[in-house]
């Protein structure tokens, strides 16, 4: 089964600076999908960022950006300009296939503090 | 255009105790799924379906039951509730390649 996994509980960074999460999968399919979800204390799951498995490209929106490396199978997520709106946990997630119903397996979470 | 509506919010159940967690989703998904997520973790999949009449078993799935009557709605039911269920539930849709979260239910069981 894929797995998914986020090596840094914890991140911090102060007010206007960039922080970029870590995030790393295990699959043997060539074809897949990665988010990233922001999870504010409202515990509302927010998408940040997609990113298309078959597309080099790497995906931006706005202050976030991502590092997808497919043969690495890393998939790191980068903050700019942080605002204190930015802390929130933040999860990984992968797009597993499962007789069609392509569910979404998560990393354990990256907790991001905000410094004023 | 509410998107996915969970209720309740919150509820504390007695051990033994039975409910039924309400999801709806006004965007007519054909998909749609159960999670619940455990204190400093990801989400796990309960329960998954993929139209009105069809569900099938997630990563943990024991202990509840789902039913499908209707693209709208996908009820989670627990039976027999244990401490162990204590957990936030995350209803969510999947429209084009993006799956859409409910805000969540917090169940407690003493």
């Known amino acids: 089964a894929q797995t998914v996994t986020q090596s840094q509980p914890e991140m911090s960074v102060q007010e206007a600076e960039t922080v970029t999460l870590s995030c790393t999968y295990d699959?043997?399919?060539?074809?897949?999908?990665l988010f990233w979800y922001k999870q504010p204390p409202s515990r509302q799951m927010i998408l940040v960022i997609r990113q298309e498995a078959y597309k080099q490209q790497n995906a931006t929106e706005n202050r976030f950006s991502v590092n997808f490396q497919k043969a690495a199978k890393s998939f790191s997520l980068k903050i700019s300009d942080s605002q204190l709106g930015d802390a929130a946990m933040y999860f990984c997630?992968?797009?597993?296939?499962?007789?069609?119903?392509?569910?979404?397996?998560f990393g354990q979470g990256t907790r991001l503090t905000i410094n004023p | 255009n509410a998107g996915v509506t969970q209720t309740p919010k919150f509820r504390i159940l007695k051990i033994g105790q039975s409910m039924t967690l309400q999801c709806t989703q006004d965007?007519?998904?054909?998909?749609m799924y159960w999670y619940r997520q455990d204190p400093g973790m990801g989400l796990k999949l309960i329960y998954y379906s993929v139209g009105a009449g069809i569900t099938d078993k997630g990563e943990v799935p024991n202990g509840y039951n789902v039913s499908r009557s209707t693209t709208e709605d996908f009820p989670l039911r627990l039976e027999l509730a244990a401490p162990s269920q204590t957990s936030v539930y995350f209803c969510?849709?999947?429209?084009?390649?993006?799956?859409?979260f409910g805000p969540g239910t917090r169940l407690l069981v003493l």
């Open positions: 965007m007519n998904h054909n998909y």
């Open positions: 699959t043997s399919e060539s074809d897949y999908y």
């Open positions: 997630a992968y797009r597993e296939r499962i007789q069609g119903a392509q569910k979404l397996v």
């Open positions: 969510a849709s999947r429209g084009m390649e993006t799956q859409y």
